[in-house]
């Protein structure tokens, strides 16, 4: 442990400069202007793999992002570890409440800050320095492929063809990840449940054209209200989700399972503290944890229409439209979810609009057990770094491949995130801490070692 | 009759040079960066009212946008007609669906385009070049005093403390506006009614930045699904609004003036036909033109929050905000609902979030009784241009400061308007017809006569 200490100390300088060559680079995924950057990112993950001690690294056509794959063998008789991560980011808008310049890392206050520093660039390039460790030091027990894919934030909808089409290339016994968080900095967590997701955009159309809100005011159909309408009862007071048939395949978790969860470490008043809010909110009868850990939702993340300028405008908007993400549970469908939310929300359509359903992306929830031997030698590898035994958590969050490698590849993953929920990721003024980022270096690096075993 | 015709037809192409110099002017009231071309534009129409033959023009100012004065005194025993119009405008937003410049005016299709070519620089404008012929062919027979304000789309807020301050200088026997419409070409109207407004923007605020939607989705208050609920919950099932005393001061109106209303020409087909809706929708046990016309009406005209842009973005968004405007009937009075509202919204708002309602402008409703000797000299004139008698009608629209005239000067207005809802106002491709252009100045013209005599 000390010499790994001491080789990430003396190339420190180094790591850093090399994950802020990968930040620079302004791999949006969402925004279609960006394109080139998504080449150019996953080049410079290919450069930096073959630096670090990679037999080989290509940058391979998919039918969307380009795909980076890196590999050593060292024999046969090892197993062998697909490290995956994602060089895509997320928009940085709304760009006015960046303190630095999202795609200039800086470190300030023992954080690294830009778009990406967390999720996912600077928590997969520990892996990229683990790897280039055990490799310089002659301790590498596993044969490692790396797989880096560049639509991570908008489904990973090129990624699935890949892995179909590519099974032997990505053929392995576990699939190491880091793209998940844990509870605090004192309290290690390993992320053995993740959500689904269902996302689309709907749109609500009245008039062929914007009205003046006197003249036709209280007797034509406003799209903004309707939609308005349409939302809310997407929604009822026990803050359940009304879909007809939502919850018909969700896993209903134990009631000995949900006393397990009710013991992780979680203090309400710190997190309202730390949210500015009075009152939490969500589904009747269940914790915040299990809110977000065993329970569906139904966000909007974006609603727009009508005037939204300086002043007041009296208009009746033609359209208003809205994003919502619909975060899904183990045994829910993302595909079937998406379908009866389009049939249930254009079912709900009053006379006088007409709506429009666009799905965007989805994937679905994972499960990862305990007694597998990756978590074992997670298992250890966090206690070891951070001296204490780390906690199975459910995240709220979906990383959607993950479902889709076990069942394409049939590969189960166990997710090593070293993220702390402060890291802002998603947000403007994203970091990640630089003790996270070495000691997430150090806990991979061990975990090499009790998995090879 | 055939003199004025003549007198229009010789001098046509200088009126509409005219019209479009004040055209060409941005004066959008609601934007700030406007402010100097809102005094530009007062400027040019003191210029206009001096060369159409005032004794005296001068822009004065107010605590906003100036306004413009013109006089022409012919004596003490003549009845004094006070002429209003605004030259503020509505802002052109969206630009994209503009089929020309809204401030580069063009005649196409036997009609002026461009914003104000209607509201209310073409209406008007009528009124100086009808006072023009008056003057230069010696038969004009009443005083007549033009006032123009440059913040009626903003509320006409500064017009008020005007009005107090100049009640001398703005006494009159009748004030003259054209700011509405006819029924159609064929079958003129005169509107004795017009709504009230109260226009406000809410915003409401959950967590202190933008959360990750898989992270916190179903555990904190996401304030677009909780504006949503609060915008829906503002009308029930039969289209009613449900805040509280909302309609306690309602003027109900009649069996009898229904009766009479109904007669009114109105087709739904083709209403449905024009907004291109399926539809019709509003409160139950209305017509169409009883739901704009003595009904009052709540709609939001611009919503907006989280991510908007293309692609995904999985966030739960920090804020989310709306702009609403409620159209008032007689007797409601706009600072009394605008204060319900307020104090109904922020009580609806559920814990977990924090509301902040901002008012914006309002305005009274009016009434002008059709027996007053002004509505008498307008049905002739209209009946004798258009050759039928006109319709009295009730518009959904609000000029607030019609009411305002009423209060503090004590005096009626008569709203002459010559519009077709097809011409667009508050829209893209804001147009007006040169045959009502012309037939308006025509009808004023034979209003002074017969009001004079």
Same mark, same amino acid.
Request: charged share 25%; proline share 5%; with cysteine.
């Given at each position: ?9 003396? $190339? ?78 997320? !928009? ?36 990229? @320095?683990? &790897? ?90 406003? !799209? ?42 979680? $203090? ?54 809205? @994003? ?14 998406? $379908? ?13 609009? @007409?709506?429009?359903?666009? !799905? ?25 770094? &951070? ?19 076990? @069942? ?9 995130? #070293? ?17 996270? #980022? ?16």
């Amino acid at each position: 442990m000390e010499e790994i200490k001491k080789y990430i100390n003396d $190339n420190k300088e180094r790591f850093l400069e090399e994950l802020f060559s990968l930040m620079r680079i302004q791999s949006i995924s969402s925004e279609e202007n960006h394109k080139e950057d998504m080449v150019k990112c996953a080049n410079r993950w290919k450069e930096l793999l073959l630096e670090a001690g990679a037999d080989s690294a290509e940058v391979m056509p998919t039918a969307g992002n380009p795909v980076v794959i890196g590999k050593k063998t060292i024999g046969a008789n090892y197993p062998t570890v697909l490290v995956y991560g994602h060089y895509d980011v997320m !928009p940085v808008d709304p760009i006015e409440l960046w303190n630095s310049n999202p795609f200039e890392p800086v470190i300030k206050e023992d954080r690294i800050w830009g778009r990406g520093a967390n999720d996912d660039k600077g928590q997969s390039f520990m892996h990229a @320095k683990a &790897f280039e460790y055990l490799v310089k030091s002659g301790t590498l027990n596993c044969n490692v492929k790396f797989i880096l894919e560049g639509e991570e934030e908008i489904g990973s909808g090129s990624l699935y063809d890949f892995c179909e089409t590519h099974k032997e290339l990505l053929k392995a016994n576990i699939i190491l990840v880091s793209d998940t968080g844990i509870i605090a900095s004192d309290t290690p967590s390993i992320t053995v449940g993740l959500r689904g997701l269902s996302y689309l955009e709907v749109e609500v159309t009245g008039a062929n054209r914007d009205l003046h809100s006197g003249l036709f005011g209280g007797a034509v159909a406003n !799209p903004v209200n309707v939609l308005c309408k349409m939302i809310a009862s997407l929604t009822d007071e026990q803050h359940r989700i009304t879909i007809p048939h939502f919850y018909d395949k969700v896993l209903e978790v134990s009631e000995e399972e949900r006393q397990l969860m009710a013991q992780a470490p979680f $203090n309400l008043e710190n997190y309202k503290k730390a949210l500015d809010i009075e009152e939490i909110y969500g589904e009747e009868g269940y914790s915040t944890i299990e809110r977000t850990g065993i329970r569906p939702a139904l966000d909007v993340c974006g609603i727009w229409g009508g005037y939204t300028g300086e002043g007041s405008k009296t208009v009746l908007p033609s359209k208003a439209s809205a @994003k919502i993400s619909m975060r899904l549970v183990p045994h829910q469908d993302s595909v079937e979810i998406t $379908n009866i939310f389009q049939q249930h929300f254009e079912s709900i359509a009053p006379q006088g609009v @007409k709506v429009k359903v666009t !799905p965007s992306h989805g994937g679905e929830a994972y499960v990862a057990p305990i007694d597998m031997p990756a978590y074992k030698a997670a298992e250890q590898a966090y206690t070891q770094t &951070f001296g204490k035994r780390p906690v199975p958590t459910r995240s709220g969050g979906s990383i959607p491949v993950i479902a889709g490698f076990e @069942k394409i590849l049939g590969t189960k993953s166990i997710l090593m995130g #070293f993220g702390l929920e402060e890291d802002a990721i998603h947000s403007p003024n994203e970091s990640y801490k630089l003790q996270h #980022f070495f000691r997430g270096i150090e806990t991979i690096v061990l975990f090499y070692g009790y998995y090879g075993k």
